[in-house]
């Protein structure tokens, strides 16, 4: 057992790692955050088309003015 020690200080920086990175862990389950995401996305597509119809343009490429010489 000469690498007892070892694994414990990986185990430790592991730890410490894990409880400074700030990822995923918003506390919602996999199917909560799916909802989320989903609703998020056609909140944004919704503007998108609302902008649209309006005559607005959602900064595409009909903005730009191309002069030919």
Do not use: F
Not at 3 to 12: A, F, I, T, V
Not at 35 to 57: I, M, N, P
Request: charged share 45%; net charge positive.
């Amino acid at each position: 057992m000469t690498r007892g020690s070892q694994r414990e200080r990986d185990r430790e920086r592991a730890q410490a790692r894990k409880a400074g990175s700030k990822g995923s862990d918003d506390g919602l389950t996999p199917e909560q955050r799916r909802e989320r995401d989903k609703k998020a996305l056609e909140e944004k597509l919704a503007k998108k088309a609302q902008a649209a119809s309006s005559g607005g343009t959602a900064g595409g490429a009909a903005d730009k003015k191309v002069s030919k010489k």
